[in-house]
């Protein structure tokens, strides 16, 4: 069974930063296109960040380019969040996700969710 398991999230004031952390199995880390989504209170579940197929080049929302880096490390098998100049806008669960080919809202495992909570 695939797991994916986030942490990092919290409650920081606008201006501020957060990173947050995304660890799986080497199977699916090597293999599959991985990525972040969030959901705001009412809102749909929307695209933040990704990796393409196998760890190919990288793609953002245009309302978090420039402010939020997504990286990875191969020997933890653990994808990252960098968030900086974080907006009250920001504040939702993120999510990470996997899926064999592409990472959509319709990817095929997610994780659990971890709040992401910015003040103003």
């Known amino acids: 069974q695939v797991q994916l398991v986030e942490s990092g999230g919290g409650l920081v004031q606008a201006g501020g930063s957060l990173r947050l952390s995304c660890a799986t199995s080497g199977r699916i880390f090597s293999v599959y296109a991985m990525g972040w989504f969030r959901q705001a209170p009412g809102k749909e579940r929307e695209f933040v960040a990704a990796f393409r197929w196998r760890g190919g080049s990288t793609y953002y929302a245009d309302s978090v380019k420039g402010r939020f880096t997504i990286s990875r490390d191969n020997a933890k098998n653990t994808m990252y969040l960098q968030m900086n100049s974080l907006k009250p806008e920001d504040t939702a669960v993120y999510y990470c996700?996997?899926?064999?080919?592409?990472?959509?809202?319709?990817?095929?495992?997610w994780g659990q969710g971890t709040q992401v909570t910015v003040s103003s």
């Open positions: 996700a996997a899926d064999p080919l592409v990472v959509t809202t319709e990817a095929k495992y």
